[in-house]
Each structure stands twice: as structure tokens, then as C-alpha cells.
């Protein structure tokens, strides 16, 4: 079982930045694929980005790709996403998932970080 605890989130204005952090408690953290979605309010889920277990195969939404970066660190059982030039349209609730590598369903599921950006 895998627990995930995204923060970082909070209200900025467009343009801004935000780096949110998402906390794993698992010992095999490196086993696991991890991706960053987004919900926004009225809308269905959709994907942001993923990082493979080792940190390669990097794969971004089309309309995230040059604005926003997913890292991971897997000393600390976390993965990243650093968010630059935000734009209102990007107000959402983020959340980060975790599959075993092999499998290709997200499994594991944060609670969300509340992201709101202003014009």
C-alpha cells in the first residue's frame, strides 16, 4: 500500500510560479512511475505530466510543455513539478499518482493540492 502527500499548492497570480511536492511512503519508491493530473473545476481529470522510475521517460500535456517540469528524487521518495509562467487556465485541483512500472494504470492517488491562478 502507498500513501501520497502532494503540498505546495496555494493562489498566484498569472505569471507566477509553483513548485508542488509530492510525498510518498513506500520503501520500493523507485519502482514506481509517478504522474502529476489535474481537475479543474466542472471538468473531467486530465494528465500533466509522468516521470519514469529512474527519472527518464519525461512525457508532458501539450499545453504544460515548456512551462511546466516533473522531477523526481528518489532518496526522498518524492517527485516534483515545477510550474513557471501560470496562467489562469491552469486553476485546478493537482494531484500526483504512482503505477509499478511494468503495470500501466495509476494505482495510488493523492488527496489534491488546490492551485489557483489569477489574471
Known amino acids: 500500500q502507498m500513501r501520497l502527500v502532494e503540498s505546495g499548492g496555494g493562489l498566484v497570480q498569472a505569471g507566477g510560479s509553483l513548485r508542488l511536492s509530492c510525498a510518498a511512503s513506500?520503501?520500493?519508491?523507485?519502482?514506481?512511475?509517478m504522474g502529476w493530473f489535474r481537475q479543474a473545476p466542472g471538468k473531467e481529470r486530465e494528465f500533466v505530466a509522468r516521470?519514469?522510475?529512474?527519472?527518464?521517460?519525461?512525457d508532458y500535456a501539450d499545453s504544460v510543455k515548456g512551462r511546466f517540469t516533473i522531477s523526481r528524487d528518489n532518496a526522498k521518495n518524492t517527485v516534483y513539478l515545477q510550474m513557471n509562467s501560470l496562467k489562469p487556465e491552469d486553476t485546478a485541483d493537482y494531484y500526483c499518482?504512482?503505477?509499478?512500472?511494468?503495470?500501466?494504470?495509476?494505482?495510488?492517488w493523492g488527496q489534491g493540492t488546490q492551485v489557483t491562478v489569477s489574471s
Open positions: 499518482a504512482a503505477r509499478l512500472f511494468w503495470v500501466t494504470e495509476y494505482k495510488y
Open positions: 513506500v520503501v520500493t519508491f523507485s519502482s514506481y512511475a
Open positions: 516521470i519514469g522510475p529512474s527519472g527518464g521517460d519525461i
